[in-house]
Nanobody
Framework: QVQLVESGGRLVQPGGSLRLSCAAS????????MNWFRQAPGKEREWVAT????????AYTGAVKGRFTISRDNAKNTVFLQMNRLKVEDTAVYYC?????????WGQGTQVTVSS
């Protein structure tokens, strides 16, 4: 079955950096686009970034464009989210997701807290 396992979240000061990872299994990872979403306390889950299966195309929500970079290693079935110049408003649980066989799959999430 499809499994997505995020890691890398922690407490970081404003202006700092973090790299999140998502290890995927149970499907042909290199054939699917991968996404990052986040959900802040009291807010709805929001889309953050997407990377195509071919790695050529990426897209970002406006709030993170220029600060976050999504990447993937198809040999290791892993997708990454490099987050730089973090802000307090980036605090959220971050989830990776994939639409496989027309069904959305999610990991358990990893907590990112940006605070001084």
């Amino acid at each position: 079955q499809v499994q997505l396992v995020e890691s890398g979240g922690r407490l970081v000061q404003p202006g700092g950096s973090l790299r999140l990872s998502c290890a995927a299994s149970g499907f042909a990872f290199s054939e699917y686009a991968m996404n990052w979403f986040r959900q802040a306390p009291g807010k709805e889950r929001e889309w953050v970034a997407t990377i195509s299966s071919t790695i050529i195309d990426t897209a970002y929500t406006g709030a993170v464009k220029g600060r976050f970079t999504i990447s993937r290693d198809n040999a290791k079935n892993t997708v990454f989210l490099q987050m730089n110049r973090l802000k307090v408003e980036d605090t959220a649980v971050y989830y990776c997701s994939a639409r496989v066989m027309r069904k959305d799959h999610w990991g358990q999430g990893t907590q990112v807290t940006v605070s001084s």
